[in-house]
């Protein structure tokens, strides 16, 4: 035993020092591509919704770089006023702002969307980046089912509540923040919510598809209106995402070096947000800064449309 350890050793010493030493290339690997343009945003308005921590914070941080004023539309303030304390101290622009939004719950979101509406004249860029995945079956506080309520009906309300100001900010840009994951989603009208039964990864995953059908819709009736709408999946990214799976964090710590790093999750986002390329591109799905596929589920109009209509019929809202 003590000769094979004699042998063996400088194996047991150069394999961890060689991963440790590609550690950063495997990193990039993995990483995807990187937003390249150097589109600057003086003047232009943002809300990023879960701003305060993973890509949503990064996106806010390279948004704020390029001038913008970036408003962190966020659940827990004490973490969104520091998060919005770091970006200005890093890019030096004072117009970063954290603002009390809470998507699972609809008076809360009434209430960010009112105080916007009598703080700003414009909104350019609105990101709806925040979500839930796989925490266990639980509901909002009108008594949506979770990852429906936040992913899917908070962000429909929110962006049905400031449309009007976005509109009239034209140019501007939606963004919608899905997952790879809605090609594993369908639509069940009848059980929409999980009334019947549920398992919650494929209840996220419903929710994503929901992401990508509430984009198709949205594009379709903001056409010739100078507002482009667009979904897309940020990569598997090394985040908080999963702290509702105790498997699945254990498995993201694992294979950490294989995940995206928030910064790198981030970019696609930056992507649908100032890449002149895409101004006048609506109704798309993108992954790794370029288009991606997307689903059949994902494709279908009629599903959209009806998804559409309960929607509005859920959260007592008409949208013309």
Known sequence: MLGFLGSAWPLLVLVPLSVFVLVPYIRKYFGGRVCKSAAQLNGKVVVITGANTGIGKETAR?????????????RDMAKAEKAAHEIRIMTGNQEVTAKKLDLADTKSIREFASNFLKEEKQLNILIN????????????????????GVNHLG???????????????????????SSVAHHLGRIHFQNLQGEKFYIRSLAY????????LFSRELARRLQDTGVTVNALHPGTVLSELVRHSFILKILWNAFAIFLKTPWQGAQTSIYCAVTEELENV???YFSDCKPANVSSQGRNDETAKKLWNVSCELLGIQWN
Do not use: W
Not at 158 to 170: D, G, R, V, W, Y
Not at 205 to 211: D, E, G, Q, R, T
């Open 155 to 177: 962000h429909f309300l929110l962006t049905f509540l400031l449309i009007e100001c976005i509109k009239q900010s034209a140019p501007a840009r939606i963004i919608n923040v």
């Open 205 to 212: 995953s419903h929710s994503k598809l929901a992401n990508v």
């Open 282 to 284: 609506s109704g798309k």
């Open 129 to 148: 980046n925040a979500g839930v995945m796989m925490c266990p079956y639980s509901k909002t506080a009108d008594g949506f089912e979770m990852h429906f």
């Open 62 to 74: 390279d948004l704020a770089r390029r001038g913008a004023k970036v408003i962190l539309a966020c």
